[in-house]
């Protein structure tokens, strides 16, 4: 099975710090993602990745950037957390061939504080 | 832009019995795929069922299926013989064209009454 593993459960971060959440992925997927999910909301997918160094925006990049050094890590930054940052992190991965389905993580519960 | 509208916050279910949520979306791309997501309190997203666009034959697992419209661009899910387990979220999702965002819709979330 493809695991998607992301560094932590839950995390408390104060105003203004530098915050970086982690996901790495085991089975070489091409494609990863980082959403964010909100009551009533849904995920918003904030931004994702095809490639290594590759990057582009989703629909809500504001206050975040990624890194993307290795195929099997994604990392997503909060450069100032920020209150209203305060949400659930999912991380996921797929192949360029999307019919199989996307893997996602078992999220990060951010709360900015 | 590609939009996946779920109308129905929450649903409730016996035991048993069936039910049916419902999800629409909005594309201009001929080549796309649909998705079910379920997702548990214990948060991991878990993939129920899978349709691809061109298949005209409506995707099914054991007592998952799905009713797939085309033309009225309508995707949704019936769950049989519904089970305490099947309590969650329930997400539809939608991936098409040149890019691979898979885009939500907003979630029902289904009670299953023993």
């Known amino acids: 099975d493809v695991k998607v593993t992301q560094s932590s459960r839950y995390l408390v971060k104060r105003t203004g710090e530098k915050v970086f959440l982690e996901c790495v992925q085991d089975?070489?997927?091409?494609?990863m993602f980082w959403y964010r999910q909100d009551p009533g909301l849904g995920l918003r997918l904030i931004y994702f990745s095809y490639d290594v160094k590759m990057k582009e925006k989703g629909d809500i990049p504001e206050g975040y950037s990624v890194s993307r050094e290795k195929k099997e890590r994604f990392s997503l930054i909060l450069e100032s957390a920020s209150t209203n940052q305060t949400s659930m992190y999912l991380c996921?991965?797929?192949?360029?061939?999307?019919?199989?389905?996307?893997?996602f993580g078992s999220g990060t519960r951010l709360t900015v504080v | 832009a590609q939009t996946v509208t779920q109308s129905q916050p929450e649903m409730s279910v016996q035991e048993a019995e069936t039910v049916t949520l419902s999800c629409t979306y909005d594309?201009?791309?001929?080549?796309?795929?649909l998705f079910w997501y379920k997702q548990p309190p214990s948060r991991q997203m878990i993939l129920v069922i899978r349709?691809?666009?061109?298949?005209?034959q409506n995707a099914t697992e054991n007592r998952f299926s799905v009713n797939f419209q085309k033309a009225a661009k309508s995707f949704s899910l019936k769950i049989s013989d519904s089970q305490l387990g099947d309590a969650a979220m329930y997400f539809c999702?939608?991936?098409?064209?040149?890019?691979?965002?898979?885009?939500f819709g907003t979630g029902t979330l289904l009670a299953v009454q023993p």
């Open positions: 996921a991965s797929t192949l360029a061939r999307r019919i199989y389905g996307y893997t």
């Open positions: 089975m070489d997927h091409e494609n």
């Open positions: 594309t201009s791309e001929s080549d796309y795929y």
């Open positions: 999702a939608y991936t098409g064209g040149a890019t691979n965002k898979l885009i």
């Open positions: 349709q691809e666009a061109y298949k005209q």
